[in-house]
């Protein structure tokens, strides 16, 4: 991986705290590990492993990938026409190692490249044991693996093949969030159906339609979806313990050009990581790539509610007069944390706003303020019209 002219760059809409590194010239051949310490003006990356194709020791074609809190990385191959698909685990703890290998059989995934398409991974903590959750554009199926066994299987959705998927934080009654293919439809199943080999199919329940069609998720563990949309330079995000409203998240000013522009993830520190992709078509077409952080007080599904959040705030270098932090408020647990603003369409940037979970106590002030104003305005229209009809009676009266 090579970067050329890294620089931080501060994002030009009004109250974004987004910071950015510019990463140009990208080949994704290589398996690395970025760190976000920054060290002489640059960021550290270090190869975990070097991609070499048609050899099947080496990742194929890495289509997602998790970290546990145990300090491993989690890698989904897509494989090649030669080597089938794996999960790849990386003990980050241990030198970057190669923990573990586990090749999916033909009767979970097929060993034809022509009929998988392996997309995304979320992962489901249990007090001894790890499941890994798969998502194949070309399969009604949801794929099912177990660290503890070295087991996979698969659990049929008759009719909907899925692109992306999110876990609720881990709390009782757990749920998986899927987003079909080739559709803005939102839909959830219970994990505790998909755990059990053999239990044949699902149903699914529908949720809503995000605006966009969607092709990414993560849930952070304060219940909150971020969202990212084909061919759209924004994000969005909902509330999953609220009915559903789609906010807008970020917006990038201008057209990515890009078919999928955005992957993302959550680190312990209440930050949200973002790559932004933007391509230029034509003669001399190139791609571009991003690196945006965004603070936003939560930290991954897997990790237990904090009892702190993240106001997210814009710290500005007096040297270079770039956006290059957030700082850290203590908050008590339930207290509104700031967010932006939505949109109705992309384009532009949202502003910093207070969040919308406090609209619905506005709209009953403003529904009972309305309620007050009409019966005000009914009381003075009866008591003008009586006086008029009085009027009246009194001038007829004294013309007789």
Not at 11 to 23: E, G, K, L
Not at 164 to 192: C, H
Not at 267 to 288: A, F, I, V
Not at 349 to 373: M, Y
């Amino acid at each position: 991986m090579q970067r050329n002219n890294d620089k931080e760059e501060a994002r030009t809409c009004s109250s974004c705290a987004v910071a950015s590194v510019d990463i140009e010239n990208i080949t994704f051949s290589r398996l690395i590990r970025f760190s976000a310490a920054k060290k002489g003006g640059k960021f550290p990356i270090r190869i975990i492993l070097s991609v070499k194709t048609d050899n099947c020791e080496t990742i194929q074609e890495a289509k997602g990938m998790e970290t546990d809190p145990g300090g491993r990385l989690w890698v989904v191959d897509q494989g090649s026409s030669k080597c089938p698909s794996k999960i790849w685990i990386f003990n980050l703890l241990n030198n970057d190692n190669t923990e573990h290998v586990h090749q999916f059989p033909d009767t979970v995934v097929s060993h034809s490249y022509e009929k998988r398409a392996l997309r995304d991974i979320v992962l489901d903590k249990t007090p001894d044991d790890y499941f890994a959750y798969i998502t194949d554009l070309r399969s009604d199926h949801i794929i099912v693996y177990t660290r503890k066994l070295d087991k996979s299987w698969s659990v049929k959705t008759p009719g909907s093949k899925w692109i992306s998927l999110a876990l609720s934080p881990n709390k009782e009654a757990r749920q998986m969030y899927l987003g079909r293919t080739d559709s803005n439809e939102l839909y959830s199943v219970s994990i505790s159906e998909l755990k059990t080999e053999g239990v044949g199919s699902v149903a699914v329940k529908f949720i809503s339609k995000w605006k966009e069609e969607l092709y990414r998720m993560v849930i952070d563990n304060a219940n909150v979806v971020y969202a990212a949309m084909l061919k759209q330079n924004c994000l969005s995000k909902w509330n999953i313990s609220e009915p559903f409203r789609e906010h807008r998240f970020y917006d990038e000013i201008g057209s990515l050009g890009a078919f999928w522009p955005f992957t993302f993830a959550l680190d312990t520190n209440g930050n949200l990581w973002m790559t932004q992709r933007s391509e230029t078509q034509g003669w001399g077409e190139r791609r571009y790539y991003k690196l945006l952080k965004a603070a936003v007080g939560a930290r991954s599904y897997l990790h237990s509610t904090s009892t702190a959040s993240t106001t997210p705030q814009i710290n500005v270098n007096e040297e270079t007069k770039e956006v290059v932090k957030s700082t850290t408020t203590p908050k008590s647990i339930g207290t509104p944390r700031p967010a932006l603003n939505s949109n109705e369409t992309c384009g532009g940037c949202a502003g910093l706003a207070e969040d919308n979970r406090n609209s619905p106590s506005l709209n009953t002030i403003l529904i009972s303020l309305l309620v007050c104003c009409l019966v005000l305005s009914g009381t003075v229209i009866l008591w003008l019209t009586l006086r008029m009809r009085r009027m009246k009676n009194s001038a007829e009266f004294a013309a007789q």
